[in-house]
């Protein structure tokens, strides 16, 4: 069983791309393990508006299957380590405010690849959140992204910079299909503040067809060659 602690606080950071305060983590059956840490913000709960709410309301989670659409209550949810790796992350752009937002007012779809996911649009940018519940005690956030879902609505939005768009944009292109090179997905980006993928921290100048590691002058052209190499750093340690 999971343990409950503290979790972050309401506020959203100011920082472009950071992530709210972090809490430790526990273990718990999940893809990975998971923390039941109240990790969300508090806010109303909301309910499926059908009568008398989702059957996943009124079944324990061992009884669930996967045509059993996922609660919609933040603060039952616990966090895996795979998704508290990616709130740790640079330019992934998500935090448990915005997953708390998606999982109240996000759109729920069925994906065959990874089950449930609800996705929110905000400032022309779409957060992806995917989880799960049918084999863990409780409800579980597997992982999550973002995606540019309206450039030009992103790029007017106070809350992103030009920067922010165009890492969002490589990050969503690499990771499409992972064995592709795509260098001319690449070659109008300027990516100025590194973003992770693997061991390496990543950035692109415009005109550049590939990625750059800062730490080891690596250059890459799809995902697939980034998570394959390990980085030494320029001193080759």
Sequence with gaps: MASRQGGPGDAESSRPGSTERRTASTTTPAEGRATRSNPFPAGPETTDPRPNGPRSDRRTAAARTAEDPPVRDPGR??????FRERLEQPGRYVSTRTVSDAIRRGQLRW?????WRFALVEGGIRFVV??????TNSPVVV????EVADREAALDAR???PVDVDTITVRAALSESASTPIPDRIRPRNVTRPFVVGDHRLQTDPGDPY???A????RFRSKDAITSRGCHGRSGR
Aim: charged share 30%; hydrophobic share 25%; net charge negative.
């Design 215 to 218: 730490e080891c002058g690596c």
């Design 211 to 213: 990625v750059r590691c």
């Design 111 to 115: 994906n065959r690849t990874d089950g």
């Design 130 to 135: 995917v989880v799960g519940d049918t084999e």
């Design 159 to 161: 809350r992103w910079d």
């Design 143 to 146: 992982t999550g992204w973002t």
């Design 77 to 82: 949810y616990a966090l895996t380590d795979h």
